[in-house]
């Protein structure tokens, strides 16, 4: 090989390598976090992000990291066994009436009790609500007047009163 070619071919490896430090981005050994709803993947060094937006993080329906409410009431209604007898539902609301009719007489104050409670531990449940709600629910007085409690990504409200039974209401 004569001397100019080796020199060609020395330098030519040089520009080539100098070029890939250049271009690489050699600059930052890049530490990611991993990208959440809100951010996607950062550097922790230099900032740089890359790729979309993560998952949500969703614990009984809300998203732990942007507090987005997934909470489906429709099909919360399904799967608890409602019946548009004595549950109402909405885009934003959730109610069971153990005595829709308000029946006074004993007997039939209670025809859709059984399912009606049977649906409110079930909705308890699905909501991630404590599972001492219930008990104080049905242990509620009508001197009480309207009970209220906050969970997570949804407030409950009820009221007892033997004319016309225990009324839950769950919302948004
Ligand atoms: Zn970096
Ligand atoms: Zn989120």
């Given at each position: 090989?004569?001397p100019?070619?080796?020199?060609?071919?020395?330098?030519?490896?040089?520009?080539?390598?100098?070029?890939?430090?250049?271009?690489?981005?050699?600059?930052?050994?890049?530490?990611?976090?991993?990208?959440?709803?809100?951010?996607?993947?950062?550097?922790?060094?230099?900032?740089?992000?890359e790729?979309?937006?993560?998952?949500?993080?969703?614990?009984?329906?809300?998203?732990?990291?942007c507090?987005?409410?997934?909470?489906?009431?429709?099909?919360?209604?399904?799967?608890?066994?409602?019946?548009?007898?004595?549950?109402?539902?909405?885009e934003?609301?959730?109610?069971?009436?153990?005595?829709?009719?308000?029946?006074?007489?004993?007997?039939?104050?209670?025809?859709?009790?059984e399912?009606?409670?049977?649906?409110?531990?079930?909705?308890?449940?699905?909501?991630?609500?404590?599972?001492?709600?219930?008990?104080?629910?049905?242990?509620?007085r009508?001197?009480?007047?309207?009970?209220?409690?906050?969970?997570?990504?949804?407030?409950?409200?009820?009221?007892?009163?033997?004319?016309?039974?225990?009324?839950?209401?769950?919302?948004?």
């Amino acid at each position: 090989m004569k001397p100019k070619i080796r020199i060609f071919i020395t330098l030519a490896i040089i520009v080539t390598l100098l070029c890939c430090l250049l271009f690489s981005g050699c600059g930052c050994d890049h530490e990611w976090e991993t990208a959440t709803c809100t951010t996607p993947a950062t550097c922790k060094k230099c900032g740089k992000t890359e790729g979309g937006l993560g998952e949500h993080s969703i614990k009984n329906g809300v998203c732990l990291n942007c507090g987005k409410n997934f909470i489906d009431f429709f099909a919360i209604y399904e799967n608890c066994g409602c019946s548009d007898i004595w549950a109402e539902v909405g885009e934003d609301y959730l109610s069971v009436d153990t005595n829709p009719h308000d029946f006074s007489d004993s007997t039939l104050s209670l025809l859709w009790a059984e399912d009606a409670l049977a649906a409110i531990k079930e909705i308890n449940s699905k909501l991630g609500l404590p599972s001492y709600l219930y008990q104080e629910m049905v242990s509620t007085r009508a001197i009480d007047g309207r009970q209220t409690y906050a969970g997570s990504g949804v407030n409950v409200s009820w009221r007892f009163h033997p004319d016309s039974g225990l009324e839950v209401r769950y919302t948004k």
